[in-house]
């Protein structure tokens, strides 16, 4: 018999050993439906002991969206989705980082494209809402026709240039400050899941800003779980990036007054 105990409301619930799956990792309340990782105890002794074999990944297991297969699309995508933006700790804290960029860039790529459309067609329409006062200086005529095209178009590349981008720097801004431990494949997979916020743009007008904002906080935590790291080296190395432009402007700066004068 294993005794089990939910963390977050304290019941608990003894169980034989048989009825419980193998490799279970993951353990649902019936109580208060928290998610938390599965410790045995045995009723007997009250040692703790962690269920199954050990695993090469800590045990770790795979995001909902991996394991669409079983659980379905639609339950799959929704969790991962409210994972990531409502239990970023814990869902980073309980992902593999070792299975591949395959299955985090489809998913991110589908989350980025869609909030990079309704972005790109909200400022759109504000743009074309002056469009008569200024329609007659240009030398064409602005087609709306030609909107819904040119998005399909350009915000899965522009989706794939951030997340791409994004996750190299990142890493190596990592790598500099000893944070980035478990490899380029765990900080891709934060830069990809967190693309989940994006689709705050579908909120008209500040959904954008909304998504950027949710988006940092979101993969700010994610490399501190998945990196299993600190706050402050995280942090450290999301202002690097930062730190580098502004010198870059400054020394620009610098070089053009020298010029002038």
Not at 10 to 23: D, Q, R
Not at 61 to 67: A, D, F, G, H, L
Not at 99 to 117: C, D, K, Q, V
Not at 179 to 208: C, D, H, K, M, Y
Request: hydrophobic share 45%; aromatic share 14%; proline share 5%.
């Amino acid at each position: 018999m294993v005794k089990i105990t939910c963390p977050n409301c304290n019941f608990s619930k003894t169980v034989p050993k048989e009825n419980i799956p193998a490799g279970l990792r993951v353990v649902k309340c019936p109580r208060c439906n928290n998610r938390f990782d599965y410790l045995t105890k045995d009723a007997d002794s009250g040692n703790e002991n962690e269920a199954g074999p050990p695993e090469k990944t800590e045990n770790r297991i795979e995001s909902p969206w991996e394991n669409r297969e079983k659980i379905g699309n639609r339950q799959a995508i929704f969790e991962t989705f409210k994972y990531v933006l409502f239990s970023p700790r814990y869902f980073f804290s309980g992902i593999t980082y070792s299975r591949g960029i395959t299955e985090p860039f489809a998913y991110g790529l589908l989350f980025g494209s869609i909030g990079s459309m309704f972005g790109f067609f909200w400022q759109f329409l504000v743009e074309s809402m002056n469009v008569q006062s200024y329609g007659s200086f240009l030398p064409f005529q602005i087609s709306q026709n030609a909107l819904s095209p040119s998005l399909i178009i350009t915000a899965p590349l522009i989706c794939v240039l951030i997340m791409f981008i994004t996750g190299i720097t990142a890493h190596l801004c990592l790598m500099a400050v000893g944070g980035g431990g478990n490899g380029f494949e765990g900080t891709f997979r934060v830069i990809a899941f967190s693309q989940s916020a994006q689709l705050l743009g579908v909120i008209p007008f500040i959904g954008g800003y909304l998504g950027s904002i949710w988006s940092i906080i979101t993969m700010i935590i994610g490399l501190k779980e998945i990196h299993e790291t600190s706050y402050i080296k995280v942090i450290i190395a999301s202002f690097i990036p930062v730190v580098l432009i502004i010198l870059i402007i400054l020394m620009a700066t610098i070089m053009s007054f020298s010029f002038l004068v």
